[in-house]
């Protein structure tokens, strides 16, 4: 039956992005659906990624952080997701963040995303990689100019088409929905681990992380990590046509 | 109780094609098949508005052992196909012709039913309608367009299958070709939808249909 109760949202970059805010079961219109859809962001990675798949749909700009994130940027993602490894990587994101003056959001071991914690100009989400005590991953955001309210995600992670984390995202929505205080909140989904058994071509890749995201946002997901431009580009759209933008 | 229990899908294959394009094309969706379980049957499409055609079509279909669904606007040419066919119960579906026609049809011929209207209370009448004149195994597909559409009445209609019994039906989607089409069925099986029949789909693209269905389908 049809549910209705205002969810929280978190807001991103200089106050120009938000995700969450959901009031119902996603995108359902019968049922009084905010036309948002989620955010995308796209991953990129401190140093150069073993795949050639993902060196060749970059167009080689993989070798530089920077020339990745802001051709994430040139081809409208809303946000990129850095993977840092060592403390040091602090400077990679700050040199992100001022570049493209999207949402940066950081993932990686806890020593090196703590130390991008005083990263001027951007909001961070920082990503804990260790599990939480409710079994929970947590994602927390601040930084500089983050506006009043919560800001707290829910980071929710798993390899499509294996419906594990999609049911929990799901759940996590439901439960918002039915007035569980900690459930509401955004929901972070990464889909990215449908890479790990590689891809033959774009093609393949595009399609399946984007049937990915698409299943995420079914799921309630209000951002969204990718790896390909394609799956983005789909994301994207599905999402448009699913808020009814 | 139906024969639509397991979530499936089918690709279609147009009876205007040449005798040789039409074996190629069937061959092909049996080859998909044969490694795609959730790739139940064939949709058999009544392009050539002829009875004839739609038999031959239909005939060559029904040599891959997959399910058979008869496509036209002509509850006519539905009638000819399936009496000639030697699979017992191919699935009668008719988008744009007169429902009730079909539904006497398939009552006759004791097969499963695919009712089409664009609105929700339609289909809730005409599903009332089939079953009070005998229909067995009814299927509803509300005409959907668009992914959108496809979410809003798919969800629309499994809460009114809460509450109604006749519209307790396991609902198809009809889409075209290629990722869209991908995506629509999808949307359909994250939502609870039974039949996605689609125009056509790579290999690639079937083995995701595929693999949503064996994780997603409730």
Redesign the interface.
Known sequence: MSRRRQLAEVVLGRGDYAAGGACTEPFLEQDGARRRRPMVLGEVLCHEPEDPLVRSMFSGRTSNPGDWAMMWREIGADGVCVRVRDPDDSMVVAAVAIRTGLPVAVSGPREAVDACADIDGTVLILMDASPGDDGHVRAMTFGSGIAEGPNRMHLVTGRFPEPDAFSEAASIRNRALDGDAYCDAPIAFDVTPVWDDGFTDERSASMIEGEAALAAMLSGADLMIVRGPGAADMARVYGEELADL | MTSFERASFALSVSDAMDEDSMAERVARIATIASVTPSLGLICVRDDAMDAGMLTAAALAASGTGLGIVLESDDVGNLAAAASAIPCSEPVLCSQNGDQMALAVMASTLGAPVILSCESLNGLMELSSAAEAGGCRDIMLNPMVR???QC??ST??MR?LA?RIPSADRPLVVRAWSG?YA??MA??SV??GGRLAVLDDLDP??CE?LD??I???SA
Do not use: C, H, I, P
């Open positions: 668009n992914m959108k979410l809003e969800v629309a809460r809460a990722e991908l995506a999808s949307v994250m939502r690639q693209g995701v693999s949503l064996s994780n997603f």
